[in-house]
């Protein structure tokens, strides 16, 4: 995404979480989440809570409707897109991932985005961006975006007491959501049982 002075989108609210990487310049997320972002050069913000949301380079300009980050059909090189006449003020990549919930829902405890400093991610986001313009370039940028959204929960020092937490209270859900996802492996009840911390004859 190339955005010029007094420029900017908007997403609607959707199911995705939103992935968004300051290559240069700076901009910032306006929306419900917790007031305005602040996004500068290396800053990568995840976007967890699907609500509608906007990037501006500045305060009050008109955005236009991103419809790619919320509706868009899959790709295999992702698209450039560009915003605003005038002078260049930033570049970003842009993506959106697919998340499968424990339960169906974003547990309430995690906040509704995470922000992360690239110089904290395992990836170089500007080889990412160059490996982007090639054919499976969309895939390349989605496990990226995966791999950075992954350290940023292992960052969050209750996050794994969260979805225990979760496990622990509801796991009939749970082993519904294992056989769901896996419906070829050869489950058995103590394997399940195992699984959510329960025994055999209990679950």
């Known amino acids: 995404m190339e955005l010029t002075d007094n420029s900017g989108f908007n997403v609607a609210h959707s199911d995705n979480v939103a992935f968004y990487a300051v290559l240069e310049g700076s901009v910032a997320l306006q929306g419900s989440l917790r007031g305005e972002i ?3 050069t290396g800053d990568i913000l995840i976007v967890l809570s699907g609500e509608a949301h906007a990037i501006r380079t500045a305060k009050g300009v008109t955005t ?3 419809d790619y980050l919320a509706e868009g059909d899959p790709v295999d090189t992702p698209p450039l897109f560009s915003q605003g006449e005038g002078n260049h003020r930033a570049r970003l990549l842009c993506g959106k991932l697919k998340v499968r919930w424990p339960f169906g829902q974003k547990p309430k405890v995690i906040p509704p985005a995470f922000k992360v400093n690239a110089s904290d ?5 500007h080889n990412i961006e160059r490996l982007t313009s090639f054919s ?4 390349i940028l989605t496990r990226a975006a995966s791999l950075i ?3 940023a929960f292992q960052n969050q020092s209750d996050s794994e007491e969260t979805f225990l937490e979760f496990v622990t209270n509801n796991p ?3 082993v519904k959501q294992y056989i769901e996802k896996h419906p070829f492996s050869d489950w058995t009840v103590e394997i399940l049982a195992k699984k959510v911390g329960m025994g055999r004859s209990t679950l």
Not at 121 to 125: A, G, Q, R
């Open 64 to 66: 236009s409707t991103l």
């Open 121 to 125: 991610s395992p990836v170089n986001l």
């Open 149 to 151: 959204a992954t350290m």
């Open 38 to 40: 602040p996004l500068k």
């Open 172 to 174: 009939v859900e749970c």
């Open 136 to 139: 499976g370039g969309a895939s």
